[in-house]
């Protein structure tokens, strides 16, 4: 029987258990596991703002672009959800005019990107943190590395999705369609329309969003996308599982004029594309 990526989390540190709840609090009985020749090891890749560079220049795994790290801001302190909060989608049965524009800027902004590139804080529901890169190409092709000791990279192809982790060179792999994450790869998206959504709110800081999926077998989940109040830029998400455990991800120095290389979310001969 194939081992759930929750429980080989366990085993290989808490960044893995971590990534198993944020791809797969939807997903636990899809996981496949495939074996591969163990690649090199890992190398260091993890309020924001833009780090612009020429657009023809191109991010690949094996080019960690060291003009663009200098440039970096210091890592920002997620926002982490009230853990004690109820949701019940029974009593957001209607948005108010304000709620749905909120809506729509949000809508509208994930729509209006293509590419994104970043980096990463990532915070588990026992408090740990990790810090990666991510490089986003709609629609759905993802990648996120995290920085050493962790073994771990996620990574979407636009149709599968695959946790893979480096020291034990396995991989569990994820139709896309059924993770969380889907929403923010969407090449135009409706959050009104095409999900279901619960909660609106915004404040000076924040533009909130909370989007619930119900699931027969597995329960109730839900994430949570917040977006700055001023600059309508994607600040954080947070997904918890059906027992409720949240894991929250917050992204800084973005940049939507990068291109990024195409062989970053090729799932086949992960090790390849090991950063080295």
């Known amino acids: 029987?194939?081992?759930?990526?929750?429980?080989?989390?366990?085993?290989?540190?808490?960044?893995?258990?971590?990534?198993?709840?944020?791809?797969?609090?939807?997903?636990?009985?899809?996981?496949?596991?495939?074996?591969?020749?163990?690649?090199?090891a890992s190398q260091k890749l993890p309020v924001p703002?833009?780090?612009?560079?020429?657009?023809?220049?191109?991010?690949?795994?094996?080019?960690p672009q060291k003009d663009w790290a200098a440039a970096k801001s210091q890592p920002p302190d997620p926002v982490i959800p009230d853990p004690r909060r109820n949701v019940p989608a029974s009593i957001f049965a209607t948005f108010d005019a304000n709620q749905k524009?909120?809506?729509?800027?949000?809508?509208?902004?994930?729509?209006?990107?293509?590419?994104l590139v970043g980096n990463f804080v990532q915070v588990g529901p026992d408090g740990s943190r990790v810090k990666g890169d991510f490089y986003i190409q709609k629609?759905?092709?993802v990648r996120f590395e995290y920085d050493a000791p962790s073994p771990l990279a996620i990574i979407s192809d636009g149709s599968s999705l695959v946790v893979r982790d480096r020291n034990l060179a396995t991989q569990d792999i994820y139709p896309l369609s059924q993770t969380p994450i889907r929403f923010l790869l969407s090449d135009r998206i409706d959050l009104m329309k095409d999900t279901n959504v619960v909660n609106v709110t915004a404040d000076d800081t924040f533009i909130s969003v909370t989007i619930e999926e119900k699931q027969t077998l597995?329960?109730?989940?839900?994430?949570?996308?917040?977006?700055?109040a001023k600059d309508g830029q994607l600040k954080q998400w947070t997904v918890t599982d059906p027992q409720g455990y949240e894991t929250t991800v917050a992204i800084y120095n973005l940049d939507t004029t990068r291109r990024v290389n195409p062989d970053l979310f090729k799932l086949d001969d992960f090790s390849k594309f090991t950063p080295g």
């Open 139 to 141: 629609p759905g092709k």
């Open 49 to 63: 703002k833009p780090a612009p560079k020429a657009r023809d220049k191109q991010i690949s795994a094996s080019d």
């Open 218 to 228: 597995i329960g109730t989940s839900r994430l949570m996308l917040m977006l700055g």
């Open 101 to 115: 524009a909120q809506a729509a800027r949000v809508s509208s902004y994930l729509s209006s990107l293509q590419t």
């Open 1 to 40: 029987m194939t081992e759930p990526a929750t429980i080989r989390g366990i085993r290989t540190g808490g960044a893995a258990l971590i990534a198993a709840a944020l791809i797969c609090v939807m997903t636990p009985c899809f996981a496949q596991t495939t074996q591969s020749v163990p690649p090199p």
